[in-house]
């Protein structure tokens, strides 16, 4: 069964330093992964996701992710952060079942910016 | 376009009501999927339906049911509510029925159970 960690609940940065928001999934075939953000009293936006092309995806707001194989990893970085990057922010796998397909999120890491 | 709309936002029911949640997916996409998002967790898997027929179910009672109707909008019915389906509940909007494509989220549907 697949499943995605995602290690820290909370992760604090200041505001200008390096995001680093960790994910490692099980799978027993080549997967799906994606990031989503949810700001306070939303639904779930896409950051990026990797779909087999290049292993380095860039998605919106600065935000990029590499996907490793041999780490089961999909690690989610922004270089510089800023204030409106606080969030939480979710790992999810997707696989097919029967005739659809079924994603898994991690639990989440709520993102802090401090200025 | 219009996103994906959810409808009601905040609901209050007591414990054994049924309730129905309402979800309309962005116009051409012919997928949704139900998710539930308790308090301090990821969103949990619920349904996915697809050209109006059930393709998936994650691991809930029978007690959560839904449908979709031909104009692609869907339902998700639960009976017998109980304190635990306090939540929020998701719907996302998907092109067709591949995994690997973007679901995109409505706002949900916050459900609190007395």
């Known amino acids: 069964a697949q499943s995605v960690t995602q290690l820290g609940s909370h992760v604090s940065v200041s505001e200008g330093a390096l995001v680093l928001l960790r994910c490692n999934y099980s799978?027993?075939?080549?997967?799906?992964l994606f990031w989503y953000v949810q700001y306070p009293n939303q639904g779930l936006q896409l950051l990026l996701k990797?779909?087999?092309?290049?292993?380095l995806v860039k998605g919106i707001n600065g935000f990029e992710a590499e996907f490793k194989k041999s780490e089961t990893s999909f690690h989610l970085t922004k270089p510089s952060a800023h204030m409106s990057d606080a969030a939480e922010y979710f790992c999810?796998?997707?696989?097919?079942?029967?005739?659809?397909?079924?994603?898994?999120f991690g639990a989440g890491t709520r993102l802090f910016v401090k200025a | 376009d219009a996103g994906v709309t959810q409808s009601p936002t905040h609901l209050i029911k007591t414990r054994g009501q049924h309730v129905t949640l309402r979800c309309s997916p962005i116009?051409?996409?012919?997928?949704v999927s139900w998710y539930q998002q308790v308090l301090g967790q990821g969103p949990q898997f619920i349904f996915q339906?697809?050209?109006?027929?059930?393709?998936g179910r994650g691991n809930f009672p029978d007690r959560f049911s839904a449908r979709q109707f031909p104009n692609y909008s869907s339902e998700l019915n639960v009976n017998a509510l109980l304190l635990g389906d306090s939540a929020l509940y998701l719907c996302?909007?998907?092109?067709?029925?591949?995994?690997?494509?973007?679901?995109?989220f409505g706002p949900g549907t916050r459900l609190l159970v007395l």
């Open positions: 999810a796998v997707s696989d097919r079942m029967a005739g659809g397909f079924k994603t898994i």
């Open positions: 799978s027993s075939v080549p997967p799906y």
């Open positions: 990797y779909t087999s092309a290049a292993t």
């Open positions: 116009s051409g996409h012919k997928s």
């Open positions: 339906y697809y050209e109006k027929e059930e393709r």
């Open positions: 996302a909007s998907i092109p067709g029925g591949g995994s690997g494509e973007t679901q995109y």
